[in-house]
């Protein structure tokens, strides 16, 4: 057994320099989920984050009888989906499935291929309550029967019959959308989304089913139509960039202090977070597909009020560096964590390193600005990796961020990448 992968970060250099936003983790992962309703040909999926979470989801793949290639030098996922029908092998094992959110996105493929999905285990960062009842009671709105086994947790999910119609979420769930559009496009008839997310990872899988033959309008309205086709072609399709990686990385910059080119960031993508920066003394310009960010370390940060929300909002996945970020600004700044009510454990990490923040509910007061010292740390979720590895940036002293997987489940070879902007951050470990 190897040693636990973990980031030991050294604070205190500005960073400048070129940085490649990787493919986006929460794009890729529906889309390899859409990639096994094409009953023929190969899928080619570019721009593919070499992450954890993509392993995870080619392993379910294959699990389900697809036969899959990573090529990893050249971010490129291809996908055989036609021997994906055997009733046998529609089972999402816990061992694989509990390690990642993404595993729920599965399931549509599993109905329309082989009439049933049983799912025993959905992971995903723990960030308080995560439902799923949108995806089934949608689900069960298209014809499908799902049942709870409670003795083993189990979901099984028997759909023989699917057929359009009309469906609403209570919130405008992310993953909800792109499950009740991947279970609406191969059924008959016309379903009707209503309360549908907006993310821009949400268009980018529309764009790419659309590609395959899909009939889909309405997509960034809020309403979505769908008319069932018959069959979906495999296609070739380049992942959009990453807006949570491009947000840490503008984050990273802001806290160190530097100038640094974001390759693939796009301002748009940020929401409301580019507002947040700007208004903390954070510099932003993009010439075409590059974003430059540049922050002068000479002038302190501003505190900011921010309250999470789904896109164009504050992105909650941004929230947990935006702490981090606060407690080097000069005086009080006011968090309000409006999608999850479990997500901020990252508070006790960063009081660890000299950090004061007061927690109470979905609500933090973070008090700046501090000299934060370094420490060893626990990542209890990706974007908390993320955001202490930041912190140890700016740090005095050593920062150990563990389990460092993590942070390798949604961002490719991070250590590297900071390290090429002059960051002093390694990645230990050897699995
Ligand atoms: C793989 C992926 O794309 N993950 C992203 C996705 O997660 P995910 O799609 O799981 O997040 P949702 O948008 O579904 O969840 C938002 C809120 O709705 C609640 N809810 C959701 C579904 C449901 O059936 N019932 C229910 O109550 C959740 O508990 C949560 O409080 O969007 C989140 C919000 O932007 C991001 O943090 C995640 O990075
Ligand atoms: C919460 C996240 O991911 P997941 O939904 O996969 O747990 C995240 O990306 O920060």
């Not at 993404?102 to 109905?111: H, T």
């Not at 999905?117 to 799923?132: D, F, H, K």
């Not at 009842?133 to 086994?149: I, P, Q, W």
């Not at 909002?313 to 080097?328: E, H, K, N, V």
């Given at each position: ?80 989906a036609s021997r994906l029908n055997d009733p046998e092998r529609a089972v999402l094992p816990a061992e694989i499935a509990a390690r990642f959110r993404g595993s729920v996105l599965f399931v549509p493929a599993l109905m329309h291929r082989t009439g049933r999905a049983r799912i025993e285990g959905v992971g995903g960062c723990n960030l308080g309550s995560r439902n799923l009842d949108f995806h089934y009671r949608g689900f069960a709105r298209l014809g499908a029967e799902v049942t709870e086994d409670p003795e083993r947790n189990h979901i099984n999910v028997e759909a023989s019959n699917l057929r359009g119609g009309r469906l609403y979420l209570d919130t405008p769930s992310h993953t909800g959308t792109e499950n009740l559009l991947m279970a609406a496009v191969l059924a008959p008839g016309t379903t ?240």
């Amino acid at each position: 057994m190897g040693q636990e992968v973990r980031y030991r970060v050294r604070g205190g250099r500005p960073l400048s320099g070129t940085a490649f936003i990787q493919g986006a983790k929460n794009a890729v992962l529906p889309m390899i989920g859409a990639a096994l309703l094409a009953a023929k040909g190969r899928t080619v999926l570019r721009n593919v984050p070499v992450i954890e979470d993509v392993y995870r989801a080619l392993e379910l793949a294959d699990h389900v009888g697809a036969k899959v290639e990573f090529h990893e030098a050249e971010r490129t996922v291809v996908i055989d989906a036609s021997r994906l029908n055997d009733p046998e092998r529609a089972v999402l094992p816990a061992e694989i499935a509990a390690r990642f959110r993404g595993s729920v996105l599965f399931v549509p493929a599993l109905m329309h291929r082989t009439g049933r999905a049983r799912i025993e285990g959905v992971g995903g960062c723990n960030l308080g309550s995560r439902n799923l009842d949108f995806h089934y009671r949608g689900f069960a709105r298209l014809g499908a029967e799902v049942t709870e086994d409670p003795e083993r947790n189990h979901i099984n999910v028997e759909a023989s019959n699917l057929r359009g119609g009309r469906l609403y979420l209570d919130t405008p769930s992310h993953t909800g959308t792109e499950n009740l559009l991947m279970a609406a496009v191969l059924a008959p008839g016309t379903t009707v989304i209503e309360h549908a997310a907006l993310e821009p990872e949400v268009i980018d899988v529309i764009n790419f089913l659309s590609a395959m033959g899909a009939k889909i309008s309405g997509g960034g309205t809020g309403l979505i139509t769908v008319e069932g086709v018959e069959e979906l072609t495999a296609v070739e399709h380049t992942i959009m960039s990453d807006r949570i990686d491009a947000g840490v990385f503008a984050m990273t910059v802001a806290a160190t202090g530097g100038e640094v080119s974001l390759v693939g960031a796009h301002l748009d993508h940020l929401g409301v977070a580019r507002w947040k920066l700007e208004q903390m003394g954070v510099g932003f310009s993009q010439e075409g597909a590059v974003l430059h960010v540049q922050r002068d370390p000479s002038v302190p940060l501003r505190p900011i009020n921010a309250v999470t929300s789904p896109f164009p909002g504050f992105a909650t996945d941004l929230q947990s560096p935006l702490m981090a970020l606060a407690t080097l600004a000069d005086g009080e700044s006011y968090i309000h964590e409006a999608i999850y009510d479990g997500r901020f454990a990252l508070a006790d990490e960063l009081n660890k390193m000299g950090a004061k923040i007061e927690v109470e509910g979905t609500r933090a007061i973070v008090h700046g600005p501090t000299n934060l010292r370094g420490a060893e740390v626990i990542a209890h979720d990706l974007r908390t990796g993320a955001a202490l590895v930041l912190a140890g940036l700016v740090a005095e002293g050593e920062t150990i961020v563990a389990p460092g997987y993590l942070v390798d489940r949604g961002h490719t070879q991070f250590a590297t990448r900071l390290a090429a902007l002059g960051a002093d951050v390694e990645r230990l470990g050897d699995s």
